[in-house]
């Protein structure tokens, strides 16, 4: 039997995939979230074999953050990420931090059951839709590459410290404990970077370390 979990914020969606896998006799439903925080508890909980998470709850790096804390846990699920867009910048990052692929969310029944499947297999699925265009995604984040490190180097070493750290999705105290810096004094590193590099939010300052070449590090 596989035990699934999976994230929304949206419950008409949480509510299409239960409909989805009901009459799939070798998936169970194990847990449900609504959000980032429940979801990794949900996962921390009933050690699921898959979790379908959507990239952008509540927050615009909620799926992100999320992903993170599931796969560092002990025994952690196949995950795979949700999305209702073909193809965003949030594709690459995901998939660099872990994910086994992306389903779009009005993906056909029996391609999700074949997909579920496959994820507790340990296999990767990535939709038609999303594949098709990653080559091109992937020239663009080369032609990024170059910019993305410039913008880096104006940074201080601390701060290109603080960018590669969120990069890995670590939250303001998870970073302090790191960095042996107090909470206060790594959010106004975190101000000041996204200042600096011009970025809106802790998601965009993920995918410049991403592009800059700092999550390989």
Same mark, same amino acid.
């Given at each position: 039997? =596989?035990k ?7 419950e008409?969606? *949480?509510?299409?995939? /239960? ?7 070798? =998936? ?7 959000? $980032?925080?429940? #979801? ?14 959507d ?31 073909? =193809?965003d ?17 009005? =993906?056909?029944? #029996? ?9 507790? *297999? ?8 999303v ?6 995604s992937? *020239?663009?984040?080369? /032609?990024?590459? @170059? ?10 070493? *601390?701060?290109?410290?603080?960018? $590669?750290?969120?990069? @890995?999705?670590?939250?303001? #105290?998870?970073?302090?404990?790191r ?8 959010? &106004? ?8 590099? &011009?970025?809106?939010? /802790? ?8 592009? $800059? &070449?700092?999550?390989?590090?």
């Amino acid at each position: 039997m =596989i035990k699934l979990m999976f994230a929304d914020d949206e419950e008409l969606v *949480r509510s299409g995939l /239960r409909a989805m896998m009901s009459g799939a006799a070798d =998936i169970e439903i194990v847990g449900e979230a609504s959000d $980032g925080r429940s #979801a990794v508890e949900v996962a921390r909980r009933y050690h699921p074999d898959v979790a379908l998470l959507d990239i952008k709850m509540r927050a615009p790096d909620d799926g992100i953050r999320a992903l993170r804390a599931i796969l560092a846990l002990p025994d952690p699920p196949t995950v795979a990420m949700l999305t209702t867009f073909d =193809i965003d910048d949030y594709v690459s990052l995901a998939l660099r931090l872990g994910a086994n692929g992306f389903l779009l969310k009005d =993906i056909d029944p #029996a391609a999700l059951l074949r997909a579920v499947r496959d994820l507790a *297999r340990g296999g990767a699925v990535l939709d038609p839709g999303v594949a098709a265009r990653m080559v091109q995604s992937h *020239r663009d984040e080369q /032609r990024a590459a @170059q910019p993305a490190r410039k913008l880096l180097a104006s940074l201080s070493e *601390r701060e290109r410290e603080v960018v $590669g750290l969120i990069g @890995q999705g670590l939250s303001n #105290a998870e970073i302090g404990g790191r960095l042996h810096l107090s909470e206060a004094t790594v959010k &106004g590193y975190v101000s000041a970077v996204l200042s600096k590099i &011009g970025a809106a939010n /802790r998601v965009q300052a993920a995918l410049l370390a991403y592009r $800059g &070449g700092l999550l390989d590090q």
